[in-house]
């Protein structure tokens, strides 16, 4: 079997999403064309997928590398938003870079293996010395996954993380710019601090905006604010959770705005139904953010995991179809929707190149074991082939035995 990544001219027989049975050539990383599947057999340099499912490759749009895979070493309480930050800040004090470095490799390797070519993660502006080791580690994870993954990097400042320690991040190779005005006294003034941080950087911004369900929402200024910003500079919204309980009117006032100010929605089904809601007991809240409503006013929407097995989320496969999954039971979007989300949906919002299986797009693609979109996001078959800029760059195979 040939080592990876392995370079593909050709893709044959692959079923569509659509039910389409098509041969998809590959040129230059990109989709040179894409015909109906002649039925012959691959040749060398060629991938017969008979019997598999041909998507676009999921791409994680909110992820927190540093985190991830940290809960059996912390060992947290269970609980809410408040409870998973003061466990991490506790165990933040401990980490080094190296340490750092090794979960986020362990986590990105698992996403790619899963279908996953692009992530972009936040990454602490750790408390304590040394408050880049973060940065450091990420920045050296984003070299390593060159020709297999795309990697953003966004600083995550928390509202006392000094102006001067976010610009030795922007120094150091990140990004974007991010934080959690939530999270500070005065919302407003903390998400003007790091607009005006990114603004004088020249960079966009991913800001965790309304991560709570009551209190008085920020989404509506931050998108004002970025409203006149250059069309090519990122801006996104993680979270956006309030944005669910929002009454119809404030609600579309805040589409309207975020649909003027072209802001890209996160929406983190895991971490958001984990996190939200601890404090009431019946009836809880879904803990999401305004999807429907969003979708139909033509906002852009991604959907993300957000936080992997660490202290905001004990659990997680690293996987977008599971993503996909809750975005149609929760979330109430139709399977095409939930997948767009996490796929193309979450590449627009990356400010990626559309990908997929059209002529010129980018060659990322996940194929799944499968007759169907419905059966590949509800079964999540374990058997997968993920191409990244034409490359085979993963593959993964399962034996069931049954005495059935």
């Known amino acids: 079997m040939p080592a990876l990544p392995q370079p593909l001219t050709r893709l044959l027989n692959a079923t569509l999403p659509e039910g389409r049975t098509v041969d998809v050539g590959l040129r230059g990383g990109r989709v040179s064309e894409v015909v109906e599947a002649e039925g012959r057999a691959a040749i060398e340099g060629e991938l017969d997928l008979k019997g598999w499912v041909l998507l676009t490759a999921p791409a994680e749009p909110h992820a927190h590398l540093d985190k991830a895979l940290s809960w059996d070493q912390i060992a947290p309480p269970m609980g809410d938003l408040r409870l998973a930050i003061d466990s991490w800040r506790a165990h933040s004090h401990t980490m080094t870079t190296e340490s750092i470095a090794e979960r986020a490799f362990a986590a990105a390797q698992l996403m790619?293996?899963?279908?996953?070519?692009?992530?972009?993660?936040?990454?602490?502006?750790?408390?304590?010395?040394?408050?880049?080791?973060?940065?450091?580690?990420?920045?050296?994870l984003r070299e390593r996954l060159q020709g297999r993954m795309d990697l953003q990097i966004t600083a995550l400042a928390a509202p006392d993380t000094p102006d001067e320690i976010v610009h030795a991040a922007l120094d150091l190779g990140v990004d974007l710019v991010g934080g959690a005005p939530h999270l500070a006294p005065d919302p407003l003034r903390d998400l003007t601090r790091l607009l005006a941080i990114a603004e004088s950087r020249g960079v966009g911004t991913d800001i965790h905006t309304d991560e709570g369900l009551d209190g008085e929402p920020t989404l509506t200024y931050y998108a004002k604010a970025v409203q006149d910003w250059p069309a090519d500079r990122i801006r996104s919204a993680g979270h956006c959770v309030r944005q669910g309980t929002l009454e119809p009117a404030e609600l579309a006032q805040t589409v309207e705005a975020v649909k003027a100010a072209d802001l890209g929605i996160i929406s983190l089904p895991i971490t958001n139904l984990y996190l939200q809601g601890w404090q009431h007991p019946v009836s809880t809240p879904r803990g999401l953010?305004?999807?429907?409503?969003?979708?139909?006013?033509?906002?852009?929407?991604?959907?993300?995991?957000?936080?992997?097995?660490?202290?905001?989320?004990?659990?997680?496969?690293?996987?977008?179809?599971?993503?996909?999954?809750?975005?149609?039971?929760?979330?109430?979007?139709?399977?095409?929707?939930?997948?767009?989300?996490?796929?193309?949906?979450?590449?627009?919002?990356?400010?990626?190149?559309?990908?997929?299986?059209?002529?010129?797009?980018?060659?990322?693609?996940?194929?799944?074991?499968?007759?169907?979109?419905?059966?590949?996001?509800?079964?999540?078959?374990?058997?997968?082939?993920?191409?990244?800029?034409?490359?085979?760059?993963?593959?993964?195979?399962?034996?069931?035995?049954?005495?059935?």
């Open 289 to 404: 953010t305004a999807l429907r409503a969003f979708l139909d006013a033509g906002v852009k929407i991604a959907g993300g995991a957000d936080n992997l097995r660490d202290p905001f989320n004990p659990v997680g496969r690293g996987d977008a179809l599971e993503t996909a999954s809750l975005l149609v039971t929760a979330g109430h979007l139709t399977l095409t929707e939930a997948y767009h989300a996490v796929s193309a949906g979450a590449r627009e919002v990356l400010g990626l190149p559309p990908a997929g299986a059209f002529p010129g797009a980018v060659a990322d693609f996940l194929a799944v074991r499968g007759n169907s979109l419905g059966e590949v996001v509800a079964a999540a078959p374990a058997d997968r082939i993920v191409l990244y800029r034409g490359a085979l760059v993963a593959r993964s195979s399962v034996v069931h035995e049954t005495a059935l």
């Open 112 to 140: 790619l293996r899963n279908g996953t070519t692009a992530v972009r993660t936040h990454v602490d502006l750790l408390v304590g010395p040394q408050p880049l080791r973060g940065v450091q580690a990420l920045a050296g």
